[in-house]
């Protein structure tokens, strides 16, 4: 009985040291999330307003029969993509769920070449071997430093391939997060009629510096979706792992209660019995 209790008690320490971590945790994402929404919010804005101006510019363009690669294609053919995954784990399936979506888009085009961001999307894809072309780790805080380097690299990357994607998480909410699969070059854009518009210095400038832009700018916007998703998971995950340790500690400590009730019952037993049997032989 005396082992029992160890054990229990041995077990009830171990997952109160567990929940206290888990909490931590819990409030480090909660904080983080919080921080990286207020980022996400204001950077939406320029990549939405900039696709309407560079629509318009696509519309006059294909009027006055001015193509550019960054909207109508390069000609080349094969896939690029960008994987945008986390450097740490506890924080639920959103690791898996992104290798898994990349993983589906490789098996439908074998001939991708990868660039990838994040620890846990590197040593998936490195296990079978797949094209990786760029790595980049520990963008715990991202900022237009790191878009930069990102979109230089899909530059390049689209100077090879017909068509680059990219796989992110994108937070739509607290508890809702979603994987999307997305083109990044040729840049999607909704077809508008063309309208007049004066156009300086000339046409081509104009597509190839707002086409840049529109891609700096979306990318930042996708680093920052993909880190706040990443927090809100990790979020959840720890909410739930603190609440599965204080069901476990309180089944644990009915158990040990129990089991201490019952071996101080027996020791009564034991010392009643002594005391029975020293009365029978006076």
Not at 135 to 147: D, G, M
């Amino acid at each position: 009985m005396a082992k029992k209790l160890r054990q229990l008690r041995r077990r009830i320490r171990n997952i109160h040291h567990i929940r206290q971590i888990a909490k931590a945790m819990y409030t480090i994402a909660s904080t983080q999330v919080i921080q990286r929404k207020k980022e996400l919010f204001l950077a939406r804005v320029f990549p939405e307003e900039t696709a309407k101006i560079l629509a318009d510019i696509k519309a006059w363009a294909r009027k006055n029969f001015v193509s550019h690669p960054f909207l109508d294609g390069n000609g080349l053919s094969g896939h690029g993509l960008l994987v945008v995954n986390a450097d740490r784990g506890l924080c639920g399936r959103y690791v898996a769920e992104v290798n898994q979506a990349a993983l589906r888009f490789l098996k439908e085009h074998p001939e991708t070449k990868l660039i990838l961001l994040g620890e846990k999307a590197i040593r998936f894809f490195r296990q079978e071997n797949w094209p990786i072309v760029r790595e980049f780790r520990r963008i715990e805080r991202p900022c237009l430093s790191h878009a930069q380097a990102l979109a230089q690299e899909v530059l390049a990357l689209y100077r090879e391939v017909g068509e680059v994607h990219v796989v992110y998480t994108e937070f739509r909410g607290e508890l809702l997060q979603r994987v999307r699969v997305e083109r990044l070059l040729p840049i999607p854009l909704p077809e508008k009629p063309a309208r007049e518009l004066l156009v300086e210095p000339d046409l081509d400038v104009l597509l190839e510096e707002t086409g840049r832009a529109w891609l700096l700018g979306r990318i930042h916007q996708i680093l920052l979706e993909a880190k706040t998703a990443e927090h809100a998971a990790r979020r959840q995950a720890m909410k739930t792992a603190t609440d599965n340790a204080d069901e476990i500690l309180e089944k644990l400590t009915i158990q040990y209660n129990k089991a201490r009730q019952q071996s101080i019952t027996l020791e009564l037993m034991d010392i009643m019995g002594g005391a029975e049997a020293i009365r029978e032989e006076l």
